[in-house]
């Protein structure tokens, strides 16, 4: 199975329709029906979240639904998608820091409660922090 870069998400979700280099709709398409399988590591799909966010100034609850429906997409095989998903949640309803979100995304699939970090806003998340 191939792997998907985080430019062609890019491109696909910030170019006008009518711009779009030859096939890549195409190619969406494929992927939106599973006809075309690709995978997707983590890094990928937050870098997808820091440039919309960073470089396009996309606002939180656009790229929220953005990346839900990338997620769904049927040819697309993220190795933890429960865990992007679960961080979406939390990113949607209790925090800005998605990084936050994925660390307890990860800690609730393992069934953990407890944190390193001197980081207090992380409580929110329904973590104990622990610090030195």
């Known amino acids: 199975m191939r792997y998907i870069d985080t430019n062609i998400f890019l ?3 910030t170019e006008e329709k009518e711009n779009l280099p030859q096939g ?4 969406f398409q494929n992927l939106q029906e599973g006809s075309i399988k690709v995978k997707c590591i983590d890094i990928v ?3 997808v979240i820091f440039v ?3 470089f396009y100034k996309v606002d939180k609850d656009k790229i929220i639904k953005v990346m839900k429906n ?3 997409l049927n040819g697309l095989y993220i190795k933890n998608k429960r865990i992007l998903e679960r ?21 609730e699939q393992d069934g ?10 992380i409580k929110i998340l329904g973590v104990k922090t622990i610090a030195f």
């Open 11 to 13: 491109r696909f979700l």
């Open 24 to 27: 890549l709709l195409e190619f």
């Open 45 to 47: 799909f937050f870098q």
């Open 52 to 54: 919309l966010k960073s």
């Open 70 to 72: 990338m997620l769904a």
């Open 87 to 107: 961080t979406l949640e939390l990113w949607e309803k209790h925090s800005d820091d998605i990084i936050d979100c994925y660390i307890v995304a990860n800690m």
């Open 112 to 121: 953990e409660n407890e944190l390193y970090t001197f980081d207090k806003k």
